[in-house]
DNA sequence: TTGTTTCTAGAACGAAATTCTAATTAACTT
DNA sequence: AAGTTAATTAGAATTTCGTTCTAGAAACAA
């Protein structure tokens, strides 16, 4: 196991990284920047994370992770497929507005993964995926949600007010919580089942 | 104006940045990389790009421009504001299938525009913006499509499309052609007004 | 203690972006 | 046509920055 002053160590460079991508995006910050912001050295940043990629690649699973768990606790309290379609719009805002640098980052995703970090990635988002049909697949039997093409549930739930928040993120729209209504009605048109109409 | 042998020497080097991207990515390619690709030298690449980073800028520029024009083409001959919202779904996919590198890069956006850049971006952008109300105004007018925040749209109509392809441009879900009328179908669904119903 | 592993430091290295100066080419005057 | 100017190209020189390397410190086990 890791000592303690070891990942505390990661963590303050993990947060320095975040500041400084957030203030000059990833190509702009040098390793420099991110050694001085955590008050470590050139050293320890590579003992810890190998490379710059390393950094950035653990960043972004690190705030996958904080996501798909924010959204898994939203979902298991959903006890209709229309509310569990509502609640994944109206987390991804709020998650979004509570933590919009993390937010701003893993919309950016100047990030080309390692081939290794790409399989972590992978297998974060089909444990998660996996979780969330188990949710979904109850309202699906009993006709609530509709049958649709595996990889089109996704696209059609979040996909509008994903591409919202990213203009958002970049300033060319008001906030989101002013319009999560509005995408949550759309997600559930997109998908609800015969049995709800 | 500029000189034909400075255009054909722009247009190679965009060239040869593209099919050098698509290889390696942005990161992954060098400076003498594209230059041996587009066959001209360091110092010409440098005076008409000025860096790497312009280089990329100038590309993604072109590739909206480009895809840009395609879809008012498209919407110009939309007779109903329901043809003109599907025509967006349909014309995504189409344009994304026939220029896959061209729409790989635009989706990678691994690029951090420079504020010059950024600027001829929000102005392409504005016009566009624009000229895609213009079209829709008359059928907004009638009824046939629903008043709704201006900025929620573009993420209702196209959000759901973007979001299958970017999947599917990652190898994660089969072609975009097989799915087009499910997506039209939401998006329509999305912003059709009471006339509509 | 003493040996062992993990972690930290920062100088040294090398690759790649960028700059710079000189040469070349095209366009325009007169 | 010769001369003048500006645009373009070339490639060597420089700089920046990611990464590697070696030595030493700190935690831990025996």
Redesign the interface.
Known sequence: MERASTTSRKRSILDAALSCFSEN????TTIQDIQRAAGCSVGSLYHHFGSKEGVAEALWLDAIARFNAAMLRALEKAESGESAVRSVVTTYCSWTARHAPLARFLH?????FSPAAKESQKALQSAYIHRVFEIFAPFARAGEVAE??L??Y???I???????VR?WLSG???SPV??QD??AE?AW??VKGPSAR
């Open positions: 995006g990833v190509e702009g950016s995703r100047d990030i080309e649709l093409p990889h089109t996704v696209p059609l979040s996909g509008p007010i994903e591409a919202y203009r060319d729209a008001p002013k319009v509005i995408f759309a048109n997109a």
